[in-house]
């Protein structure tokens, strides 16, 4: 008598599964409970959920409250199967010109605007920003005043005042450098360390081999200088400085000491770059490196 008492409870519990899944075709906390407690076996339960004609209407959040009701940790597993995973978070972009990060760290603070652009005012630096530096300022909350500013700073903008350009020096060398070479189908050859030197209107790079490594190029021939950066903890780590030469080569540079976590060779270029050379595009070029 007990036996099929038993045997009548469980089959009563196997129709009401059934009755979820033809039912609706969503499976939810609540129906789940409910086929628990009617008496449904965990491998009935399992097969209504790796159903795929089902859909499992659950988060995250709802495998705490299968596993504090005591659903089986089998059944709780083919759920967080079928939870779709959440979607990835975007990756924040990035300005081409790193100098406005600290910018927008001053805007994001709640500090003036009016002290705010005071302050790029008496830098007496110059801006060339491009297309990616404006999206980048526009999505952290600078109005078109600050931008204004900005775009201000650069020489020849409309209603900007006649400033002389810096006159580039005879000789600004940059040690601590490193001459990244590119072979076939983009696997690297071996690297040189060096130097580079602003020469006026030229750049010269000085081998460590001597002059078999050795080249100049001109300022007026760059079509783009950027940086290459990779993500840190609170800010990109930018440690290598790119030429992209009008219809010539790619010159890489990187950081000998980026290991170590420094930049300041590179640093150093492109601040003395867009000092002398303002007119330069900052930012990477339309196709490719």
Same mark, same amino acid.
């Given at each position: ?53 089902? +859909? ?8 705490? +409250? ?135 209107? +030229? ?46 080569? +790619? ?39």
């Amino acid at each position: 008598m007990k036996r099929s008492i038993i045997g009548t409870l469980l089959g009563l519990a196997l129709l009401a599964l059934g009755a979820v899944a033809a039912g609706a075709d969503e499976l939810t906390v609540d129906s789940i409970l409910s086929a628990q407690r009617s008496g449904a076996p965990a491998h009935g339960i399992i097969s209504m959920i790796n159903n795929p004609a089902n +859909t499992v209407s659950m988060t995250a959040a709802d495998i705490v +409250t299968l596993r504090n009701a005591g659903v089986p940790e089998s059944v709780i597993n083919a759920v967080w199967n079928r939870i779709p995973s959440p979607p990835p978070e975007p990756v924040p972009r990035q300005p081409d010109d790193p100098r406005l990060v600290d910018l927008v760290s001053l805007i994001t603070s709640g500090m003036s605007e009016d002290i705010v652009i005071e302050q790029v005012r008496q830098s007496e630096l110059a801006y060339n920003l491009s297309v990616n530096d404006l999206l980048y300022l526009k999505e952290n909350g600078a109005k078109e005043t600050m931008i204004a500013a900005l775009m201000a700073t650069s020489t020849g903008a409309p209603g900007a005042p006649a400033t002389a350009l810096a006159s580039p020096p005879s000789e600004l060398i940059f040690n601590d450098l490193v001459l990244v070479k590119k072979g076939i189908f983009g696997w690297l050859k071996k690297n040189h360390p060096g130097r580079l030197e602003i020469d006026g209107d +030229t750049l010269a790079w000085e081998d460590s081999r001597g002059a078999e490594g050795s080249f100049r190029f001109e300022t007026a021939g760059i079509d783009s200088v950027w940086f290459t950066c990779e993500a840190g903890s609170s800010e990109n780590f930018c440690h290598q400085i790119n030429f992209k030469i009008v219809k010539g080569d +790619t010159y890489r540079f990187q950081d000998s000491r980026r290991d170590s976590g420094s930049n300041d060779a590179v640093v150093a270029v492109m601040e003395a770059l867009r000092k002398y050379f303002p007119r330069l595009n900052f930012g990477t070029p339309t196709v490719g490196d």
